[in-house]
C-alpha cells in the first residue's frame, strides 16, 4: 500500500493535469509508455478471468505485480520525463500515469475497498461516477494489449537484476560505467522494432556502454569490470552529481530551481569539474564556482577514492 501511494504521490506532485488522450489515434513513441500500457490490459484480462473462477489469491499476487511494474519500473525509469519536462512527451506520460493508476484502483476496489476509493476521490474528473465502486470492473482494452512487448520487457528486468547481482558481487558502484555486459545468448530476443529502445533501458539500468550476445559464455552473464581512464572519470562525475542533488534534497530545492555550486578538493576533481560539459545541467546549476565559502548548505570535507572533495550549494 506504500508502494501504491507513493505511486500516486508521484503523480500528484510531476504530472499535468486533466490530459485528454484518444488512446486509438495517439502515437506512442516511447517503449515504457507503450509497455505499462500493454501490461494493464493484459493484466486486466487476466484478472477476470481469476474473478469470474473465484480465485481471489492469484488474483492478488497480479496486482502486487503490477504495483511493483508501475512503481519501480515504469515511474522510476520515467522520472527524468516529469522532473526534467519536454512538453509533448510530458503530456503524454502524464496520461499514461493517470490511466495506469485509475485502472489500477479499479482492479483493486474489490480487494481494498478503502484506499482504492480515497485514490479514486482524487484521481476522478468532475464527469466521473461518485465511486469508484460504481465503475465497471476493467476488461483489458485488445488494442493496447502487446503480449510480445510485455514478455521482452520482462527479460529486459530479469537481464538487469542479474546484470546487477554481478556488479554487486565485483563491489562495483553502479554509478560506476563499465564497457559492457555480456549475456550467454546466441542472438538478440527481441523484435528489430523495439530492440534498440530495450536495450537502451538495460545499457542505462546495468550502467554499461554496450551489450554483447555470446553463446560461449560459461555463466548467464559476464561484465567486462576493466575500468579505463575515461570511464573513471565518468565516475567521478556520477558520484558528485549524486552528492549535489543530495544537497539539493536536504535543503529543499525543487527539481526546478538553479543554484550556485561551490567546490574545492584534490587538482584531479576540480580540473575534471572545470572540463565537463554537462555537470552544470545534471545538477541544475547555473554557474559553479571553485572556492570554499561560508553561509551554504555543504557536505564535510570527503575522500572519492583517494581524492579530497567539498561542496556547497545556495
Known amino acids: 500500500m506504500t508502494t501504491l501511494y507513493n505511486s500516486f504521490v508521484f503523480y500528484d506532485t510531476y504530472a499535468l493535469k486533466n490530459i485528454e488522450i484518444d488512446w486509438k489515434k495517439e502515437k506512442l513513441t516511447n517503449i515504457l509508455d507503450r509497455w505499462i500500457l500493454a501490461r494493464f490490459e493484459s493484466a486486466s484480462g487476466e484478472m477476470t478471468k481469476l474473478l469470474e473462477k473465484y480465485d481471489v489469491h492469484e488474483a492478488t499476487k497480479v496486482i502486487d505485480a503490477l504495483i511493483d511494474d508501475l512503481s519501480r519500473w515504469y515511474i522510476r525509469r520515467s522520472r527524468k520525463r516529469f522532473q526534467q519536462p519536454i512538453k509533448n512527451d510530458h503530456r503524454i506520460a502524464s ?40 465503475l465497471d470492473y476493467p476488461v483489458g482494452d485488445k488494442t493496447l494489449f502487446n503480449k510480445e512487448l510485455v514478455k521482452s520487457m520482462g ?108 567546490a574545492t578538493g584534490d587538482d584531479y576533481l576540480v580540473d575534471l569539474m572545470k572540463s565537463s560539459k554537462s555537470l552544470k545541467k545534471s545538477v541544475g546549476a547555473a554557474t559553479i564556482e571553485f572556492r570554499k565559502v561560508a553561509g551554504v548548505k555543504a557536505n564535510d570535507e570527503l575522500l572519492l577514492d583517494n581524492y579530497r572533495l567539498w561542496l556547497g550549494i545556495k
Open 95 to 134: 496520461a499514461v500515469l493517470y490511466r495506469s493508476l485509475l485502472t489500477l484502483v479499479k482492479l483493486m476496489a474489490p480487494f481494498t475497498p478503502f484506499i482504492s476509493e480515497a485514490l479514486y476521490q482524487a484521481l476522478k474528473k468532475d464527469s466521473d461516477p461518485e465511486s469508484v465502486h460504481f
Open 155 to 262: 527479460l529486459i528486468r530479469d537481464y538487469a537484476s542479474s546484470g546487477l547481482s554481478a556488479r554487486q558481487k565485483a563491489a562495483l558502484k553502479v554509478r560506476q560505467p563499465l564497457s559492457s555486459l555480456s549475456l550467454k545468448i546466441k542472438k538478440s530476443p527481441f523484435n528489430k522494432k523495439d530492440e534498440t529502445a530495450l536495450l537502451d533501458i538495460l545499457r542505462d539500468e546495468v550502467n554499461v556502454k554496450k551489450i554483447i550476445f555470446s553463446a560461449d559464455l560459461k555463466e548467464e552473464v559476464v561484465l567486462d569490470t576493466k575500468l579505463t581512464e575515461k570511464l573513471k572519470r565518468e565516475g567521478y562525475l556520477r558520484e558528485i552529481s549524486r552528492l549535489v542533488q543530495g544537497l539539493r534534497q536536504e535543503a529543499g530545492f525543487s527539481p526546478k530551481d538553479q543554484i550556485i555550486l561551490y
